[in-house]
Nanobody, 124 residues
Framework: VQLQASGGGLMQAGGSLRLSCEAS????????MSWFRQAPGKEREFVSA???????FYADSVKGRFAISRDNAKNTVYLQMNSLKDEDTAVYYC???????????????????WGQGTQVTVSS
């Protein structure tokens, strides 16, 4: 499984960005897809996940501002980020796993596959 993330960039606080992550896999719909982020000097943290039934999960820090979605026909997961804040600045990584259970969605080392990351910088 290869994951290709894109869509990062520089945005002013309050603005919006949409990240995409395309997976090269035959059975995309069977994977839980997630987004994590890592800011300089900090550990990688969970942002959002979407399960096989397209049910979304969010970290408290992004709830109400970010929206995750998936298009199984395009093997792609999206992260729509609105009302961006300075603290959203980080490298954003997409992750995928076929066996992961719901209680582990927020645990980075439970995912087998990772994308290369895309930089999001929010300036005030």
């Amino acid at each position: 499984v290869q994951l290709q993330a894109s869509g990062g960039g520089l945005m002013q606080a309050g603005g919006s960005l949409r990240l995409s992550c395309e997976a090269s896999v035959a059975s995309f719909r069977s994977y839980v897809m997630s987004w994590f982020r890592q800011a300089p000097g900090k550990e990688r943290e969970f942002v959002s996940a979407i399960n096989r039934n397209s049910i979304p999960f969010y970290a408290d820090s992004v709830k109400g501002r970010f929206a995750i979605s998936r298009d199984n026909a395009k093997n792609t997961v999206y992260l729509q980020m609105n009302s961006l804040k300075d603290e959203d600045t980080a490298v954003y990584y997409c992750a995928a796993d076929r066996q992961i259970i719901m209680s582990s969605y927020g645990t980075a080392d439970q995912y087998d596959y990772w994308g290369q990351g895309t930089q999001v910088t929010v300036s005030s």
